[in-house]
């Protein structure tokens, strides 16, 4: 049987309930009903892949109450963003094993800070047998949404991450084709990398709705290519044959004009989609903070806005796969 679309994948699990990249978020995004799930991948210290949005670290665990770690505080040059605080490259996994996860935006879910500080950060590996257990267990194909970060940024400091990728793949037996896999990189260098080791999987490509790659920028300068010029007619052209999708800012397909108005859907899903790519958009969020101005409503920004409306125009653009921070409003919305 094909697999429906618009594909619903728990961003993070399901961050909406629960902290993200924490156990129970995904277990909740399972039970949910999504058909994948996207853990964010960054470096240890002894390059383990550790699941976190980001390699900084202090919003998302306790680890800046943790006083052992306290001398670990530093500032770094991250993709070129200046950035202060703890650094996965700067634990090994045995110590990250030690922090607990935490609400990110605990102003706007306090709800799931309530989950703070209960559960360990988790491995690559933890989620893979995760979602393998859960096909299992609700008795439907699961699949994973791999996002690599910072590969460039952790190949500056000798880690090769295409590399660990294939290994952990491999060993956790998600290399063979037989499960459900998509890799996708804001960098197009190291979802490369992996189709040249062979790894079977869905490559996508991620576009943010302005800048350049870093990647390309450390390769090419100025002369880079820009996400938005790689989101035209002429940019897509040259992914195809490369990539199989493209995931872009749910901002390229709403259109927004100055003042938050949608002009969409844009062109940008039927020019991908008539040259053979998927995509995929992010992130379909329904507190009036992530919505554009046009359906926000009254109440504060961590209040419901009419996000069934910013919704509709993504759906109505023939997306093929979405990420959601609340699964059971995913689910509900784009299946029904």
Known sequence: MPRRTPLVIGHRGAPGYRP?????????????????????IVVSRDGVLVVRHENEISGTTDV????????RRTTKSVDGVSLTGWFTEDFTWDELSTLRCRERIPDLRPASASF????????????????????????????????????????????????????ELREAGWATGALPLTIEAFESSVLFALQERG???TYV?????????????????????TYAQTAAPAGLDTLVGRIDGISVDKRMILAPDRLGRTSGPSRVV??????????????????????????????GPAAFGDWEAEWGVIRDAGVDGVFV????????FFRG
């Open 64 to 71: 800046a109450e943790r006083p052992e770690f306290a001398g």
């Open 20 to 40: 993200e990249h924490s156990r129970s978020s995904y277990a909740l995004a399972f039970a949910l009903g999504v058909d994948a799930v996207e853990p964010d």
């Open 116 to 167: 703070d500080d209960e559960q360990p950060v988790l491995r690559l590996c933890d989620v893979l047998d995760a979602a393998r257990e859960a096909s299992l267990e609700h008795g439907r194909e699961i699949g994973v949404v791999l996002e690599i970060k910072h590969a460039t940024y952790f190949a500056s400091l000798g880690w090769d991450v295409a590399a660990l990728v294939d290994t």
């Open 270 to 299: 039927a020019d991908a989609q008539e040259r053979g790519l998927r995509v995929y958009t992010w992130t379909c969020r329904p507190e009036n903070r992530f919505l554009i101005g046009q359906f926000r409503t009254r109440g």
């Open 325 to 332: 921070d609340h699964p059971d409003l995913g689910v509900e």
């Open 199 to 201: 790894i079977p999987a």
């Open 205 to 225: 490509y991620l576009l943010e709705a302005s800048g350049r790659p870093f990647d390309l920028q450390i390769a090419h300068g100025a002369a880079a290519m």
